[in-house]
């Protein structure tokens, strides 16, 4: 693993480097971004740049000097990351020291890249529905920040289950996504995902699918994408587009022709630009 903070790579990552008043620790006042790499050049980079900022703005910090975060991206990738296959680069921005409560003054933010080599995930896999809801309400719905505790619990209780990953439902009930994944599923012969209004992120994964593949963007119970969906399949940075075999106690085609046509093209056009 490389990181660097604010300017310098730390010669030891695992080492102290964060301010204990940092607001991104003692509260998760703070925004993120996992980008994929590819043999050490960084994929849709832009695009979650883009949506760095985007989730800065929401939170009400500063907007990230997006030239610094390149340089820090740089640094971490300049020594050798382009013999790993695969690497997650995160990129992390908080609001930086701050009064130990939840009202902020003070600053300046941080900013901290790090990298490490990553697997490449399995073709399929299994989800868990869990009864916590996403709050498509709240202050922070939509927004990549780090509070991530809910997340946390909700993989937690997936995993305990026997899955490797955790499907929620928001308040209304309504398929929302996973806790580090976006769902598409096919219904009626239709491909379909949780419009953004789900309290959904906007996954970067999920927008290009959206654009390549042809979905359409609806919001239904979760309950009956899971009894009815003939196949289904999770999104991410991480995963790209991985075939859902199990869902709760349902049983599904994995992949389903729907599914296996995504990740045809999804291949395909990752193959042809990494900034997409
Ligand atoms: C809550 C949540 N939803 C969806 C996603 C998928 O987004 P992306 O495709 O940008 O990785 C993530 C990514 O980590 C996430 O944390």
């Given at each position: 693993?490389?990181?660097?903070?604010?300017?310098?790579?730390?010669?030891?990552?695992?080492?102290g480097?964060v301010a204990v008043t940092d607001h991104g620790f003692t509260v998760g006042d703070g925004v993120f971004?996992?980008?994929?790499?590819?043999?050490?050049?960084?994929?849709?980079?832009?695009?979650?740049?883009?949506?760095?900022?985007?989730s800065a703005a929401g939170l009400g910090l500063p907007?990230?000097?997006?030239?610094?975060?390149?340089?820090?991206?740089?640094?971490?990738?300049?020594?050798?990351?382009?013999?790993?296959?695969?690497?997650?680069?995160?990129?992390t921005w908080t609001a930086g020291p701050h009064p130990m409560g939840s009202g902020r003054g003070g600053g300046p933010p941080t900013?901290v890249?790090?990298?490490?080599?990553?697997?490449?995930?399995?073709?399929?896999?299994?989800?868990?529905?869990?009864?916590?809801?996403?709050n498509?309400?709240g202050a922070t719905?939509?927004l990549?920040t780090t509070s991530y505790a809910e997340?946390v619990?909700?993989?937690?209780?997936?995993?305990?289950?026997?899955?490797?990953?955790?499907?929620?439902?928001?308040?209304?009930?309504?398929?929302?996504?996973?806790?580090?994944?976006?769902?598409?599923?096919?219904?009626?012969?239709?491909?379909?995902?949780?419009?953004?209004?789900?309290?959904?992120?906007?996954?970067?994964?999920?927008?290009?699918?959206?654009?390549?593949?042809?979905?359409?963007?609806?919001?239904?119970?979760?309950?009956?994408?899971?009894?009815?969906?003939?196949?289904?399949?999770?999104?991410?940075?991480?995963?790209?587009?991985?075939?859902?075999?199990?869902?709760?106690?349902?049983?599904?085609?994995?992949?389903?022709?729907?599914?296996?046509?995504?990740?045809?093209?999804?291949?395909?056009?990752?193959?042809?630009?990494?900034?997409?």
């Open positions: 693993m490389r990181a660097w903070i604010d300017g310098s790579l730390l010669a030891d990552p695992g080492q480097a971004e996992a980008v994929k790499t590819i043999h050490g050049t960084p994929f849709a980079l832009t695009r979650h740049l883009a949506r760095l900022e985007r907007a990230p000097d997006l030239d610094h975060v390149r340089a820090g991206v740089a640094a971490v990738l300049a020594d050798g990351a382009d013999v790993d296959a695969m690497g997650r680069l995160r990129i900013l890249v790090a990298y490490s080599a990553i697997e490449p995930a399995p073709r399929s896999t299994t989800v868990v529905t869990v009864p916590w809801t996403r498509e309400n719905a939509g990549k997340n619990i909700a993989l937690a209780h997936a995993q305990r289950h026997g899955g490797s990953e955790a499907v929620l439902a928001n308040t209304a009930g309504h398929l929302c996504e996973g806790t580090g994944s976006n769902v598409f599923y096919v219904l009626d012969g239709e491909l379909r995902t949780p419009s953004l209004a789900s309290g959904c992120l906007a996954g970067i994964t999920r927008d290009l699918v959206v654009e390549w593949c042809g979905a359409r963007e609806v919001d239904e119970p979760l309950a009956d994408v899971r009894d009815r969906a003939s196949e289904a399949f999770l999104v991410s940075t991480t995963r790209d587009v991985q075939a859902i075999s199990r869902w709760d106690d349902r049983d599904l085609p994995a992949p389903g022709p729907v599914t296996e046509r995504c990740a045809a093209t999804w291949a395909d056009r990752e193959a042809g630009s990494m900034e997409p």
